[in-house]
């Protein structure tokens, strides 16, 4: 897919109401009411925000995705788009997921055209509430990414993140239902891309089509 169509299709759904992510919710064997209630149970979540990012590399779209490292944490050796907590100085959410992009990939910011925002996700284990922004840019400028944040960036063709084959089935232990369920999950690149992040793909590639 050119860099030029995405953004069309982006600019033209984004217009429209978000699909959300029961759909997506529902494969993985429980729905909406489970995230609810745990959210209502948990102290007031964290304001978070991420950015999936389209660009253009050799003549095609692509989006980038990065390998978190493993550390004693809720998201360690985890797939996920740049991002993270609100901090004080942030204007906004967008600009916290600019800030985060530009901190952990090395790459400046300034260019990105953010066209819109998807359907916030609620994460139990981190408490958080994650508002993804869907931006593009021509050129990303070189990545250094961050070490300490970043153990390998992910840049995905999007014909590849569009395709049906991509979306497989595997068991995974769920904390917020106390069992191991058969989950849903995005092959990319053969990486595993599943939970909050995979929920956000979801919506995109609905956007997208």
Not at 17 to 37: I, M, Q, T, V
Not at 90 to 105: C, G, K
Not at 193 to 209: F, P, Q
Request: glycine share 6%.
């Amino acid at each position: 897919m050119k860099l030029e169509e995405a953004e069309q299709r982006l600019r033209d759904a984004l217009r429209r109401p978000l699909p959300g992510h029961d759909a997506f919710l529902e494969l993985s064997g429980y729905k909406r009411p489970d995230l609810d209630a745990a959210r209502r149970s948990d102290p007031p979540p964290r304001s978070s925000a991420v950015l999936a990012l389209i660009y253009e590399k050799h003549a095609q779209a692509h989006i980038l995705l990065m390998l978190r490292p493993e550390y004693a944490g809720a998201h360690s050796g985890q797939v996920a788009f740049p991002g993270g907590r609100r901090e004080e100085n942030d204007a906004d959410l967008m600009a916290t997921a600019l800030r985060e992009y530009s901190e952990e990939t090395g790459a400046s910011a300034g260019s990105i055209d953010v066209l819109g925002e998807l359907t916030p996700v609620y994460i139990p284990p981190s408490r958080s509430l994650v508002s993804p922004f869907v931006g593009i840019v021509a050129e990303t400028g070189p990545f250094v990414p961050d070490e300490r944040e970043v153990a390998e960036l992910i840049e995905a063709p999007l014909e590849l993140v569009l395709r049906d084959d991509i979306l497989k089935r595997r068991e995974q232990h769920i904390a917020i239902m106390g069992r191991s369920v058969e989950i849903p999950y995005f092959d990319v690149m053969g990486h595993v891309v599943w939970g909050a992040t995979a929920m956000m793909l979801a919506e995109l590639r609905l956007l997208l089509r």
